[in-house]
Every structure is written in structure tokens, then in C-alpha cells.
């Protein structure tokens, strides 16, 4: 029970740490990430000590709210790059395409109609590709800020921390 859940919060710092290298290295964004922990006694207290920190409750906070985020952007930049481009190349293909005997086929002007109105929408939707797949980007960027970790001023202290504890040894 409780060491289980112990190690589980460790995993959540260990997967923030491998989260923050793949925003650093897919995204250029690099964060500094949170200072180690550090050592205590018996391994109760360690135990004690992982059901305290912050880390490891947003690192397991990340993998929860990155599923179903990453499910949808998944989602979203499959469907918009195949529908603008198979949009926008539909007049190379869309004559070689077979039709169903029986089924209405639009022919003559309203199939230019058609092919003209599908490149159009096509290019429109290849055109809004950068700013969709941009912005899907910055909200990744954004969650991995705020979960993954600390902001500038619990970066400063800790750093500040740092610096006051080598002036005392």
C-alpha cells in the first residue's frame, strides 16, 4: 500500500524529468527542473518525505491531464493535415476515384464546381495549419510550465537556498 504509493510519486518526478527533456528537445523550450531531494533517515521518513513533494504530485498531475490532451491534439493534427491536403489535391485524384453504379455522380459544371470548391477549402485549411498546430504546440508548452517545473520566484529561492547553504560550510 503505502511504499506503493510512495514509489508511484517517485515515477511522477522521474516522468516530469523525461517530459521536460521531450518539451526541451521536440519543442525548444527549456525549464530548469526542480532541485533533488534531499537525503533523511530511516525509510519511513523517505516515504514520509515522497508523499510531500510537490514534484511528484505535478509530475502525476502532467500524465493525467497529457492523456486526454494528447489524445485530442493527436486527433486534431491527424484529421486537419489529411483533410487539407487530400482537400486541396482533389482535382489531381478526385477523376480516378470510382463511383457506385446507381449512385448519382455529378458531372460537367457542377463537378468543376465541386473540384474548384474542394481546392479552395483545401488551401484554406493547408493555410491555417501553422496557426493550429502552433497553438497545440504553446498549450503543451504551457501545461509542461506550469506542472513540470518550479516558476521563477520558487526557482530563485531555491537557488538562493543553494548559495546560502555553500556560504555556511
Known amino acids: 500500500g503505502t511504499p ?12 516530469g524529468a523525461m517530459e521536460r527533456g521531450r518539451v526541451r ?3 525548444g523550450v527549456s525549464r530548469p527542473g526542480w532541485p533533488a ?29 497529457m492523456l486526454p490532451l494528447g489524445v485530442v491534439t493527436f486527433t486534431v493534427t491527424v484529421v486537419i493535415w489529411s483533410v487539407a491536403w487530400s482537400m486541396a489535391l482533389y482535382p489531381l485524384f478526385g477523376w480516378a ?6 449512385t448519382w455522380q455529378p458531372s460537367g459544371s457542377l463537378q468543376a464546381l465541386i473540384w474548384t ?12 495549419l501553422p496557426p493550429v498546430i502552433g497553438g497545440l504546440a504553446k498549450a503543451d508548452v504551457a501545461l509542461a ?10 526557482a530563485l529561492r531555491v537557488r538562493v537556498g ?8
Do not use: C, N
Open 4 to 15: 506503493h504509493a510512495a514509489m508511484t510519486l517517485g515515477t511522477g518526478r522521474w516522468g
Open 25 to 27: 528537445a521536440l519543442l
Open 37 to 65: 531531494l534531499s537525503p533523511v533517515g530511516s525509510w519511513w521518513q523517505r516515504m514520509v518525505q515522497r508523499f510531500k513533494d510537490t514534484p511528484g504530485w505535478k509530475g502525476l498531475a502532467y500524465g493525467v491531464v
Open 97 to 102: 476515384l470510382p463511383y457506385d453504379e446507381g
Open 117 to 128: 470548391g474542394s481546392f479552395v477549402v483545401g488551401w484554406l485549411l493547408v493555410a491555417a
Open 145 to 154: 510550465r506550469s506542472l513540470l517545473s518550479p516558476d521563477d520566484a520558487e
Open 162 to 169: 543553494e548559495l546560502l547553504s555553500l556560504i555556511h560550510i
